[in-house]
């Protein structure tokens, strides 16, 4: 998906709160936002979303000397969710058709976003997990049932932290060998690394691996050969969240989208309202 | 009031806005957004965000050639409220405390405002008239009261067009030999000019004259000097909208500020919840 303009007063809003996250030095933030803003000016864009994001997360860390702000953040969100695992893994196995349930409960998990929004605590997810179970869902669960039965490899693109314990729920619903869980290589938002797969138990349940980016996202220029060869060789790919949309929805390879449609220019890019939750499918190619 | 950092991106999703209500030209929608950009890299942001506004209306109005953008638009919320200008009236006099009544309207007439949101209609406007009426606002009408009572001369800054009918109903209720209404010299966003105030029957009922500035608020050494000897003369000033308030809240001149808090940072600035209606005086001056 290319940048829309609406994407830059948006991708300047994350700006200004990741930065403010990253340091309290006022002239930090001024430092950053006015090389932001000169990066925003000359950016193409028919590039997606994430790579102005990515170079803005560059940034912030440069000037702030910060290489991880989320790290905090990160754990706590990987805490709440194992907290709310035991429950929600009743839920799937109790469930009529877990797997549905385990999809609904994935796409739920992408809510935890910092990208998207700052203001997030356990009764905005707890709000969330009871919308999924029940809201009618943009796309086909069946489809994707199918997909995986007849794939012999997937490789299943992981988004934030917290959002991973959820994503553990699915994947142990699913034949779990024949999955490759992949994660961004460094640190950036709250995005999830190889060290939160092992604070979540998700690392010795399924082969995990990084994708050497530091996107927001999956820009596959900008990814490690390691990385390709498992895109390139999976039979289908399971994207979550956002970032990922927005970097491979144009990409030459079959691909199931499950992600919250938070911001109005993704849900225009689906044909959808905002706050519908996705399982979206390139199946035609 | 200085340019705060949220105030940047909400400048740009302005930008957006107004530049696609000026042309359907994508390629001025980039070139108007990128040079938008760099400004805002290099602006002085204990400069008031009225002034980066005014800079970005003219770089729309000079990549469109379209020097008046909003023309239709001003004349659709002139009419409006012009049609509902008999109803409000009879509010007014049947009132037990006629002026406080059309304090209130003069400030719910503020909500109609293209710079914090395009997406208005009627119903909008009337939900809008009905709160008002019945809200708790902060601030003190008595003082208001008080201050017109004891002043020989008033200058009332208009803001936008479909409002100044409401700040019509307010005058009528006020002594308005003592008053002088105050508009933009020249056209910027929804904002009303002199024509305006002739078509809402403003013009024949109160000495009318315009402050010789392309801003969207009050920015004193951008306003003629004749605009300046009313503004020193005044016993104090009556300025409505948030242009208005972010241009003159240092001001060092008696001023009521009458206004919706549409946005958290001017909230934030004035210590109020988001979209309260506010008669704030800074009467220790």
Not at 224 to 232: G, L, M, Q, T, V
Not at 261 to 278: F, Y
Request: glycine fraction near 6%; aromatic fraction near 8%.
């Amino acid at each position: 998906m290319k940048t829309y303009y609406e994407c830059i007063p948006c991708l300047l809003r994350q700006t200004v709160d990741a930065v403010r996250f990253a340091s309290d030095d006022p002239k930090i933030h001024e430092a950053v936002l006015r090389e932001v803003l000169k990066l925003a000016a000359d950016m193409d864009l028919r590039q997606t979303p994430p790579m102005m994001a990515r170079n803005i997360h560059r940034t912030i860390r440069r000037y702030s000397g910060n290489d991880d702000p989320y790290l905090q953040v990160k754990q706590d969100f990987n805490r709440m969710a194992l907290n709310l695992y035991p429950d929600l893994k009743k839920r799937v196995t109790q469930s009529p058709d877990p797997v549905s349930t385990a999809v609904r409960l994935a796409i739920a998990g992408n809510m935890i976003d910092f990208g998207a929004r700052r203001d997030m605590d356990q009764d905005f997810v707890l709000a969330g997990i009871q919308n999924a179970l029940t809201c009618d869902l943009v796309g086909d669960i069946q489809a994707f049932k199918n997909a995986v039965n007849r794939a012999d490899r997937i490789l299943y693109l992981g988004d934030n932290t917290g959002e991973i314990v959820f994503d553990r729920l699915l994947i142990e619903t699913l034949p779990s060998d024949k999955i490759i869980f992949a994660v961004r290589g460094y640190p950036v938002l709250n995005d999830a690394t190889i060290e939160d797969t092992k604070e979540v138990g998700l690392f010795n349940i399924v082969k995990v691996i990084d994708n050497g980016s530091d996107a927001p996202g999956t820009i596959l220029e900008d990814c490690s050969p390691e990385f390709a060869e498992h895109f390139n060789a999976a039979d289908f790919v399971i994207a979550k969240g956002q970032g990922n949309y927005e970097t491979l929805s144009d990409a030459d390879k079959r691909i199931f989208f499950l992600l919250q449609a938070k911001c109005p220019v993704i849900a225009a890019d689906i044909g959808c309202e905002v706050g519908r939750l996705i399982v979206k499918t390139n199946a035609e190619r």
